[in-house]
């Protein structure tokens, strides 16, 4: 199993500029979720979801969307990109909601300039 | 609101010497409790969980953690620190209010093991 993949490693952007950050998964999970690192502040959770065709939204969601048309795939759209999404993002998933420990991809890291 | 603190922002210590990583932490309920380790420019790596059971629990690479209720804290131990073991940490708690969907991150402690 490849575990959790993600691409790009890292990617430059301008402000305003869209783009979307792929997540997938070979371990038949049904739970997905995005996390963005931030120095000091550990991981914030944006969007997550418990199966195909249901997201719903985390901690800090704004100016992001994701959707979930199949349980492998969980992109992350940024609409209109800002320095202050500069980040790593990091995709997870978990076998199910519960206690189930989540396994994290390499993560994405993103400069908005 | 839930949440979890890891106090320290670094630990150091020396080979060889016992370590202890703090976490507290605050949920309603009964919280599901995690640990996991970040090596430089990789993804989080699961060491161990609380779920229920025995309070010490035990976890990968020669790690473990204590739960403890009354003072609401899951600080992470090792008896005999390697240098190898030098990275970030980060505690973290299943928020059962939301079904669990949501796990929620301390700020994270870098561990420095010096030789």
């Known amino acids: 199993n490849a575990g959790v993949t993600q691409t790009p490693k890292f990617q430059v952007l301008k402000t305003g500029q869209s783009m979307t950050l792929q997540c997938a998964q070979d371990m038949n999970h049904e739970y997905m979720s995005w996390y963005r690192q931030d120095p000091g502040m550990g991981l914030r959770l944006i969007h997550y979801s418990v199966g195909a065709g249901i997201t719903d939204q985390g901690e800090v969601p704004n100016g992001y969307n994701v959707s979930r048309s199949t349980t492998e795939d969980f992109p992350l759209r940024l609409l209109s990109a800002a320095p202050s999404q500069t980040s790593v993002y990091f995709c997870?998933?978990?076998?199910?909601?519960?206690?189930?420990?989540?396994?994290f991809g390499p993560g994405t890291r993103l400069l908005v300039l | 609101a839930q949440s979890v603190a890891q106090p320290e922002d670094q630990v150091n210590v020396a080979e060889g010497n016992p370590l202890t990583v703090k976490c507290t932490y605050s949920?309603?309920?009964?919280?599901?409790l995690f640990w996991y380790v970040q090596y430089p420019n990789r993804g989080l790596q699961f060491l161990l969980k609380?779920?229920?059971?025995?309070?010490l629990v035990k976890g990968s690479y020669g790690f473990e953690a204590e739960f403890n209720k009354s003072q609401t804290s899951f600080h992470l131990k090792k008896p005999s620190a390697l240098v190898s073991d030098s990275a970030l940490y980060f505690c973290?708690?299943?928020?059962?209010?939301?079904?669990?969907?949501?796990?929620?991150f301390g700020a994270g402690t870098r561990l420095f093991v010096k030789a």
């Open positions: 997870a998933s978990s076998l199910d909601r519960s206690g189930e420990t989540q396994y």
């Open positions: 609380y779920i229920t059971g025995d309070n």
């Open positions: 949920v309603s309920g009964n919280p599901y």
């Open positions: 973290a708690v299943r928020d059962l209010n939301t079904g669990g969907f949501k796990t929620i």
